[in-house]
């Protein structure tokens, strides 16, 4: 430190004893107050930045741009501060002279997790971020944000490390169940509600893991090969969209290397499209042990390293402090670093409305936010000969497998939350993490055991197929629940169901048509059996009161009304990369893995091959059926407006999920169509409802080599009206678009007379 700064640092300490001296009588408070501008409210959040930044040493700007992690570190053999919160992802120190607070971080996107077992703090869990985005329902996406935001403050957190968004190009994925699914506009929309939800609680949320973190096998080393502007249109723009609806607080870069470099030391991901293109003016945290330098990390617009004991080094301490003195790193860099974070806790609030531990927390109310999150988010995939809805006249029902008779299913890793009441299956392996694996005590058995008072409800481990099958032969109804358990760190090796579930099924269907299969998992598997059962229900890890939403769902309390936010593919051969890249058993052994497919992710690459998937994006059932009519589409103020109407043609109460599609009849895409909207509708028997959705002129769009602006081709475009991606019988109009030149954000800059 220079001799100019330890003066300065000195007189600083000196002002502050003074404060703190006046701020002990309460009539001279005020002045105190005063005297720290930054904390008036009326200010806003850049200038309040400004302000304090200002009058902070070079130490105090230091402080903010790295974080401890929140409980022992195993590997590194570090203790936990003793300020963290207990089993918590991370802590930042206060600032009290300046009367700036702490950082309180912790995981993620179901709700309030716990980083070890020993005290776990015991919370509302949501399904897991895939169900929501198969209820394609915006608001119940919101309030979960709102209620898992809530307990995180109650619990002393201002930071939450959720806001999931990788989109599913894998789908053996092992934190696919944390992700918006594969679409980017979805992804992006759906992530974004929750994100604005969390953030409406003060809480700074963390739109991660940026970017292309798609597989979790060789996560810390694999180099994610892809041409630029194909990322663009894909991955990133569901970040760009989450973003523009929230102006999020933080991002998290990713683990993975990036065509070369890694993603947390990457100048194009971080300074050029992110703060540049997008104009981010929040702060980027690093993955835990994601940083691997000073020097490039900080210059290439990585603000704070997490979790610092996870790395080789704490690169952002005193390696940085030395950096700037050398100007390896500019002083001005380290003021934005410090600028970025000090301006996102005034802009989210965290400065002005301090956190406290130990607030009450209304848990069946959050119980029923997450169960309405669960019931909109189950998927009905198939109901031959109207299996569901189950009759409350049934005589024998036979439940089988999946301990359906302690509770239900969640996924592994740092995001997972602990109930109340405890894990309902202890002792399952992996007991460590990212296990243990989790059973929330909300029992299906028990759900719909309530439902049928008077009828036989038998249950069968599933462990011994032929005597499940004994069991089941001659009942009104069985239902089989197979699982599939996955966690952060842990690929699943295939996209067949684990232990020996299909035999299970094949022979339990094979005794009574009349079953359907449960499923709690992550996201897309195989179904060899599917033509042997007259059912099919997706219920994800359906979250704290999932035993409820599954049984409600079953009897038709619930008309289900959830959509498929991935394909489902028919055979792993149809995936872009048929075999998952890397070996799970050398996790430090570099690789690259070719995303060839460019921005045809999910059904586009379907589409774009021809393939014929299982269950294609988009899909879901419902006990009722809809009718659409009246579909056109207009050019408005330059946007595309689409219109329709949706008629609810069946005999009981449903909500609908009409999508919206555009293909170019003459442009070239990197796929046949793109979702360019949808809507949620709720109707009564005979009902209709207009919808009108204005499309992101975007979706017309082409990037091109790595420039941020977006290119539309004039001539006609297909809008289509479907009810999922492969919809054979959707309604289709044509319009005419002007060729155009949008900027990064779809502002147009030019209109060309010729196409
Ligand atoms: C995960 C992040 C998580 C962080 C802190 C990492 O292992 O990849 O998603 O937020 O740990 O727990």
Not at 670 to 675: A, C, F, T, V, Y
């Given at each position: 430190m220079s001799a100019d700064q330890q003066a300065r640092e000195k007189s600083m300490k000196h002002d502050a004893a003074i404060l703190l001296a006046l701020a002990a009588l309460p009539c001279l408070a005020a002045a105190a107050e005063s005297a720290r501008p930054w904390l008036d409210k009326s200010l806003d959040p850049d200038r309040r930045a400004a302000l304090v930044l200002k009058e902070m040493t070079q130490k105090e700007k230091l402080n903010w741009v790295s974080s401890h992690f929140g409980a022992d570190h195993g590997g590194n053999k570090t203790k936990k501060v003793p300020e963290a919160l207990p089993f918590s992802a991370g802590y930042v120190p206060p600032l009290p002279r300046l009367g700036l607070p702490a950082l309180f971080l912790t995981d993620a996107g179901i709700g309030v997790a716990t980083q070890n077992t020993t005290t776990p703090r015991e919370r509302t869990a949501l399904p897991s971020g895939i169900a929501t985005a198969a209820t394609w329902n915006r608001k119940l996406a919101y309030e979960g944000g709102r209620m898992i935001g809530f307990e995180a403050r109650a619990s002393g957190f201002n930071v939450m490390l959720a806001g999931g968004m990788n989109l599913m190009r894998e789908p053996r994925n092992g934190r696919n169940f944390e992700y918006g699914g594969e679409d980017p506009l979805l992804a992006g929309v759906m992530v974004a509600e929750q994100v604005r939800g969390i953030e409406s609680n003060h809480v700074i949320a963390t739109i991660k893991h940026y970017a292309l973190n798609a597989q979790e096998t060789g996560r810390f080393e694999l180099d994610a090969r892809i041409d630029p502007a194909a990322l663009r249109m894909s991955d990133l723009f569901a970040f760009q969209v989450a973003l523009e609806m929230t102006d999020a607080g933080s991002f998290m870069c990713a683990y993975n290397r990036l065509n070369g470099p890694y993603g947390c030391e990457h100048p194009w991901l971080l300074n050029t499209v992110l703060k540049g293109d997008w104009g981010f003016k929040g702060f980027v945290m690093s993955d835990w042990g994601a940083t691997h330098s000073t020097v490039e990390a900080a210059n290439a617009g990585l603000d704070q390293q997490s979790g610092f004991e996870f790395d080789r080094s704490r690169y952002f301490g005193g390696a940085l402090e030395e950096a700037v003195e050398s100007n390896f790193v500019p002083q001005k860099r380290l003021d934005d670093m410090a600028l970025r974070i000090l301006r996102t806790m005034f802009a989210k609030g965290v400065v002005d409305h301090p956190v406290k531990e130990g607030g009450a927390i209304d848990y069946d109310a959050h119980g029923r936010i997450s169960q309405a999150d669960a019931e909109e988010g189950i998927v009905l995939l198939k109901n031959a000969g109207k299996l569901l809805p189950l009759s409350t006249s049934a005589k024998k029902i036979v439940v089988i497998g999946g301990h359906a008779d302690k509770g239900v299913l969640a996924g592994g890793g740092s995001s997972l939350v602990y109930p109340r009441g405890g894990n309902a299956v202890p002792g399952l392996l992996p007991a460590t993490w990212p296990g243990p694996i989790m059973y929330y005590p909300s029992s299906p058995l028990k759900a719909i055991q309530a439902r049928v008072p008077g009828a036989q409800v038998a249950f069968d481990d599933g462990t011994d197929p032929a005597r499940a099958a004994r069991l089941a032969a001659g009942a009104d109804v069985v239902l089989v629940f197979a699982t599939q358990w996955v966690g952060e760190a842990l690929d699943a090796t295939s996209l067949a169901l684990p232990d020996n579930q299909d035999a299970l099924i094949a022979a339990v269907a094979a005794a009574n048509p009349k079953t359907a299969v449960v499923l709690e998992n992550s996201g897309p598997v195989m179904m060899p059996w599917v033509d042997r059962v007259a059912g099919v229900v997706e219920a994800w890890y359906p979250g704290t009161n999932g035993g409820e939403a599954i049984a409600r769902v079953l009897f038709g309390e619930v008309n289900p009304s959830g959509r498929l936010p991935a394909t489902f593919p028919a055979a792993e051969s149809q995936l872009p990369r048929p075999k998952l890249d890397g070996d799970p058993a050398k996790p430090e052994e570099r690789f690259t893995v070719d995303y060839h497919e460019g921005a045809a992710v999910g059904y586009k690459w379907f589409d774009l091959k021809g393939y014929k998937p299982l269950f294609p994006f988009g899909h879901g059932l419902s006990y009722t059926q809809f009718g659409y009519s009246d579909l056109k589409a207009q050019l408005v103020d330059g946007k595309v407006q689409v219109r329709f109407t949706v008629t609810n043609t069946g005999g009981v109460a449903g909500k609908d999920v009409p999508q919206v599609y555009v293909s170019p009849l003459s442009a070239k895409w990197?796929?046949?169509?793109?979702?360019a909207g949808w809507d949620k509708v709720d109707l009564a028997p005979g009902a209709s409802t207009s919808v009108t959705l204005s499309i992101d002129p975007r979706l017309f769009g082409m990037v091109r080599g790595s420039a941020s602006t977006w290119h539309v081709a004039g001539g006609r475009y297909q809008v289509k009206l479907a009810r999922h991606a492969q919809d054979d019988a959707a309604r289709t109009v044509t319009i005419q678009l002007p060729a155009q030149v949008l900027d990064a954000a779809g502002h147009p800059l030019k209109t060309k007379t010729k196409g």
């Open positions: 990197e796929s046949p169509k793109r979702l």
